[in-house]
């Protein structure tokens, strides 16, 4: 399989189903032949290169911005490059859009009630308790893209059909071969 550089940029709520679509993502890329692939997991790297950043709009960004800077890196080296996190404001994600260029933006959904019903971290439990603040889609804003290559519905769909989605906007749009 033949691929360019891309940042394949996936946002959502909590819960929504980035973690598992990237990881099953990853899986198939690799399954074609990619080699040059990298995921940059929210949650991950939280814990190393933006590790002290809250989750204040500013904070927020600045995770968004760095995680940005190193898919740019990646991605301009022919890297394909898998963004997992919630990275929830529209302007920011513009940004890095524009640094960025081949840029791929999967917009993984599923209702709030769903991503709460599902809690797959126990999170939704701590917020509607009040012992997490700023918690997005709870107390804090999600800001849905506009206009994304691809919108994951994953309360109607498998996670094969999310996969497949993603791949075939791939191949569409040249970043990768059949
Ligand atoms: P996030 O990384 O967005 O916080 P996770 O991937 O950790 O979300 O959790 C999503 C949950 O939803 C998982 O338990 C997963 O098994 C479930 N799920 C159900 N259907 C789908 C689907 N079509 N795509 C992705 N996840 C799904």
């Known amino acids: 399989m033949e691929h ?3 940042t394949i940029w996936l946002t959502g ?3 929504a189903g980035k973690t598992t679509i990237t990881s099953a ?3 198939e890329l690799r399954s074609r032949g990619c080699e040059k692939l990298e995921v940059l997991d929210g949650d991950i790297v939280r814990q190393n290169l933006t590790k002290g950043l809250g989750f204040s709009k500013e904070d927020r960004n600045t995770n968004i911005r760095r995680i940005g800077f190193v898919a740019n890196l990646l991605t301009r080296n022919g890297v394909m490059v898998i963004v997992s996190a919630i990275s929830p404001y529209r302007d920011v994600r513009e940004e890095v859009r524009q640094q960025i260029g081949n840029f791929v ?3 993984v959904n599923a209702p709030l009630d769903v991503c709460e019903q599902r809690d797959v971290k126990g999170l ?3 917020a509607r308790a009040g012992e997490i603040q700023k918690f997005t889609g709870i107390d804090d804003p ?3 893209p506009n206009n994304p290559e ?3 519905r994953t309360d109607l769909e498998s996670l094969e059909e999310s996969v497949d989605k993603v791949i075939g906007k791939l191949q569409e ?3 990768m071969s059949q």
């Open 142 to 144: 999600y800001e849905p």
């Open 150 to 152: 691809v919108e994951c």
């Open 25 to 27: 993502l990853e899986k």
């Open 13 to 15: 709520l909590s819960g």
């Open 4 to 6: 360019r550089g891309v």
């Open 124 to 126: 939704y439990q701590k």
């Open 105 to 107: 933006e999967i917009f």
């Open 173 to 175: 749009l040249g970043y």
